[in-house]
């Protein structure tokens, strides 16, 4: 599968954005979807995971209650609303498909099996 990431951009700290993730193939409803940053000098970090029909999702702590996950397995896409966002948003955004399905070790980067190019997300203070 080929994942390709869109939305990010610049915005002010507190501002909103909405993160895409194209999936190619005809197999999207089969895969764990995730997303991932990465900011400069650092581990790539798990932001959220939702589960392969979107009745299941986890986030990361620093998240929580700001970012919501969600899915269109018609569209073949992954999106990643983003809303009161901090300087400390500010990173490369990845989505990426798990083939192994829904378990508790989701937010391990060596858990996706593909991923999108990334989209720069900037939060400016």
């Known amino acids: 599968v080929q994942l390709q990431a869109s939305g990010g951009g610049l915005v002010q700290a507190g501002g909103s954005l909405r993160l895409s993730c194209a999936a190619s193939?005809?197999?999207?409803?089969?895969?764990?979807m995730g997303w991932f940053r990465q900011a400069p000098g650092m581990d790539r970090e798990f932001v959220a995971a939702?589960?392969?029909?979107?009745?299941?999702?986890y986030y990361g702590d620093s998240v929580k209650g700001r970012f919501t996950i969600s899915r269109d397995n018609a569209k073949n896409t992954v999106f990643l609303q983003m809303n009161s966002l901090k300087p400390e948003d500010t990173a490369v955004y990845y989505c990426?498909?798990?083939?192994?399905?829904?378990?508790?070790?989701?937010?391990?980067?060596?858990?996706?099996?593909?991923w999108g190019q990334g989209t720069q997300v900037t939060v400016s203070s």
């Open positions: 193939g005809r197999t999207f409803s089969s895969y764990v």
């Open positions: 990426a498909a798990d083939l192994r399905g829904w378990s508790t070790t989701l937010r391990l980067a060596n858990e996706y099996d593909y």
């Open positions: 939702i589960s392969r029909g979107g009745v299941s999702t």
